[in-house]
């Protein structure tokens, strides 16, 4: 190959240009533009095998080519492109109109067309594409030499754009993992990784930039207002007000007031107006915390509310607006009180948009040690001690138990056993649960059935000296099903 020194000072400026583009189509543009203007070319086209389908080419940057549609880019030199893609060799013409190879090619002689290059885009052997520019005029540059910088040029623009894709390819790769990471990771406001919560974190994931109403149920001391409050401070609203709301801890006569506010005189001890909870979280999220206590008048009202994002403060005649997310949480069946006529349904139906359904944390044993230690360095800070870990003992003391109280109850007891240790770590007596200890069949209320299948499996292996054929014949399961579950559970051979 034996190129002019101009166009080798122009091959290393053109590299420097199209290796800085990282963005595919901008340099599928520019690739274009400089061949074009090093052969002084009228027209042009570069043609790419789909991502998506390999067995099609889909025209790109179209260069003075009036078509109103880019599926007949290809009908212009038809002839001229099967050959490259065909041979996989670079053409050129200088006289396309009495050049023999073009003789039926009815584009040529419709549009006049005196000179043609096209040149395969190749990687590796493979074929990308082809890169086709002609011209009607004399004054193009195209020669054999013009070819061979033309070939050299196409072989750059190929790894250019490979690595381009590879590129965009690489962020969207890297975009999805990060969305995973977020939504199984990024909540440093809860501990757990177990299995169990992780449709947790999914949901979550999904839900933090829209305006999705939200119901979170799980029982009492699951942590849900701390998901409710992970939702809000990690979505887009986090820099707008996060209002909190027991429903039950407002005493009937007052909820409709401090969630809609009231106007001054509305009632005996309206002193003054009275900005109501609804309208303080304008803009941001209102977390409606034990939904079911609510009573049956308020249920309707709030109905209303979350239909068209409007209420009436007591006392006042016409409706305000606001821009709230609602957010609620229960340990109540809701489908329940619907039945029994306490909740109506269309509510229901409004809040329960998204569910989110905390497992509690019997359900999620492996999260003990991991809560255990958040809370003994929440502790020691606060407290000023300086407890270092948990006994052995102690710790599967915590994983036998129920835990009834949920992760609420494990953080007392981990704050109680910091305020009342005199040594640097917590033992079983520190924690007070001897009074909590299991029935002697290691059975206790609430436990999962999985936990008692595990402990009925660990106590029957004992029993015959760890003989997993006679254990599943006591048990009336399958030899496989022993050999899974002790898989599964850990259960040392």
Excluded at 152 to 157: I, L
Aim: proline fraction near 4%; glycine fraction near 6%.
């Amino acid at each position: 190959m034996n190129i002019p020194e101009q166009y080798l000072k122009a091959l290393v400026e053109i590299s420097r240009q199209i290796n800085s583009i990282l963005q595919p189509e901008e340099l599928i543009e520019k690739i274009l533009d400089i061949a074009l203007q090093q052969l002084s070319a009228e027209r042009g086209f570069i043609l790419l095998k789909d991502e998506q389908n390999e067995e099609q080419f889909t025209p790109h940057a179209l260069r003075n080519i009036n078509t109103p549609k880019i599926s007949e880019v290809k009908d212009i030199s038809h002839s001229t492109v099967d050959m490259v893609l065909q041979t996989a060799k670079p053409l050129l013409t200088f006289d396309a109109l009495s050049d023999e190879r073009f003789d039926a090619a009815q584009s040529i002689v419709l549009h006049q067309i005196r000179s043609i290059a096209c040149v395969p885009l190749l990687l590796k052997g493979e074929m990308l594409g082809v890169l086709y520019i002609d011209s009607r005029g004399e004054k193009a540059r195209f020669t054999r030499q013009s070819l061979e910088f033309l070939q050299a040029f196409a072989n750059q623009a190929a790894v250019a754009l490979e690595n381009a894709r590879l590129l965009v390819r690489l962020q969207q790769e890297n975009a999805i993992l990060k969305e995973e990471f977020h939504r199984i990771y990024a909540f440093k406001e809860i501990i757990g990784r177990s299995k169990a919560m992780e449709p947790v974190y999914q949901i979550m994931g999904k839900v933090l930039n829209n305006d999705s109403t939200i119901l979170i149920t799980g029982e009492t001391g699951t942590g849900k207002e701390l998901i409710a409050r992970a939702i809000h401070y990690n979505g887009h609203r986090k820099d707008k007000p996060f209002v909190a709301v027991n429903c039950g801890a407002i005493p009937e006569n007052l909820i409709e007031s401090e969630l809609f506010g009231h106007k001054k005189g509305a009632f005996t001890g309206a002193v003054s107006d009275k900005k109501g909870l609804i309208e303080s979280a304008d803009g941001g999220s209102l977390f409606l915390d034990e939904i079911g206590e609510l009573p049956m008048l308020l249920q309707v009202k709030l109905l209303r509310f979350l239909q068209d994002r409007k209420f009436t403060p007591v006392g006042e005649v016409r409706p305000k607006s606001v821009d709230v997310r609602i957010l609620s949480a229960t340990n109540r069946d809701l489908q329940a009180g619907i039945k029994e006529g306490v909740f109506r349904e269309d509510l229901f139906y409004r809040l329960n948009i998204i569910h989110i359904g905390i497992p509690p944390l019997r359900e999620r044993k492996k999260d003990i040690p991991l809560l255990c230690d958040f809370f003994m360095k929440k502790y020691n800070h606060k407290l000023n001690k300086n407890i270092g870990s948990i006994r052995a003992e102690a710790l599967q003391n915590m994983l036998a138990y129920a835990w009834p109280g949920n992760v609420r109850e494990l953080e007392n007891s981990i704050e109680r056993a910091v305020v009342l240790d005199t040594d640097e770590q917590i033992g079983t007596d520190d924690l007070l649960l001897a009074s909590r200890e299991l029935s002697p069949d290691g059975i206790e209320a609430g436990m999962s059935l999985e936990e008692i299948s595990k402990n009925l499996l660990t106590k029957t292996l004992s029993a015959v000296d760890g003989n997993k054929t006679r254990a599943a014949d006591m048990m009336g399961v399958s030899l496989r099903w022993i050999h899974y579950k002790m898989k599964e559970w850990q259960i040392p051979s």
